[in-house]
């Protein structure tokens, strides 16, 4: 069986060379820990997964990293206009899976960067081949803590936008400190996001969709879109997911939630 760090080469490709004892997976793609030791020791919203790099993700990550790919080493803010050549407004994505998702709407709106931050290897490399095969200049992808992106990397009122589509969901009790939306994260978000910029979580999990529309209404910097104060429909412009297709034939039930941020009159912009 091929291992993840010596995928099988496409028919008719020169072998790969055996990766040194002790080397980085991929020499010219994403870091092991981009940020190290850097940052405070803090309980994680993500848990990383090992699973197979086939030979299409790991071509992606060697050639396409050192130009689309972004390591979160918490070193420096980043300047987004120079991160993709264009001043057009940026949505950070967190937790992107496999990207299909994150490539369909990068295609449907190519006037909008997507900067999405996952720590799947394979996902990252699969991500990286789609905007490649697609032609998608509005796509980077970031590896490591997003909150240390946050922090740390980027400028104040910044973002356009924020997406968080299925987050892990952490279901058992003990674990609920785990979840990612919370209070503080959201104080942190609100702070790298323009006023009016939409939030946009989804979940499949509804003690956790439960738990995200009581944060994100009790948070003074965000009002929820919905007159009613409660869910959205999906909007058109979210792809259904193979993940999400298969929980609905289970009989998940997938609540959106489309939250804004709201510049209050007493306050001046962030960054202003």
Not at 241 to 265: A, I, M, P, S, Y
Request: glycine share 10%; proline share 11%; with cysteine.
């Amino acid at each position: 069986m091929n291992s993840p760090e010596a995928p099988r080469s496409a028919p008719g490709a020169p072998p790969r060379p055996a990766r040194p004892k002790g080397g980085p997976r991929f020499p010219d793609g994403p870091r092991a820990d981009p940020a190290g030791s850097h940052f405070e020791r803090r309980i994680r919203s993500f848990q990383p997964r090992r699973s197979r790099v086939t030979a299409g993700q790991a071509d992606a990550l060697q050639r396409l990293w050192p130009t689309w790919g972004l390591d979160i080493d918490g070193h420096g803010v980043i300047d987004l206009a120079e991160l993709f050549g264009n001043d057009n407004p940026v949505v950070l994505e967190i937790g992107f899976g496999m990207g299909e998702a994150t490539a369909q709407m990068a295609a449907a709106d190519p006037a909008t960067n997507v900067l999405a931050v996952d720590v799947h290897t394979p996902g990252q490399g699969n991500l990286l081949n789609l905007a490649d095969h697609k032609g998608l200049s509005n796509v980077r992808v970031a590896n490591g803590d997003a909150i240390i992106l946050l922090r740390e990397m980027l400028a104040p009122a910044s973002l356009a936008g924020l997406r968080v589509y299925f987050p892990d969901p952490w279901p058992k009790k003990r674990h609920h400190k785990r979840r990612l939306i919370q209070p503080e994260f959201l104080t942190l978000a609100a702070s790298r996001l323009k006023p009016g910029a939409i939030v946009h979580c989804a979940t499949d999990w509804e003690p956790y969709a439960e738990q995200m529309l009581e944060v994100l209404t009790a948070h003074p910097e965000f009002e929820n879109t919905r007159p009613d104060g409660g869910f959205a429909p999906r909007p058109a412009f979210r792809p259904l997911t193979r993940f999400e297709g298969q929980g609905l034939e289970k009989g998940h039930v997938v609540n959106d939630l489309l939250f804004r941020r709201v510049q209050h009159e007493d306050r001046p912009t962030a960054g202003a």
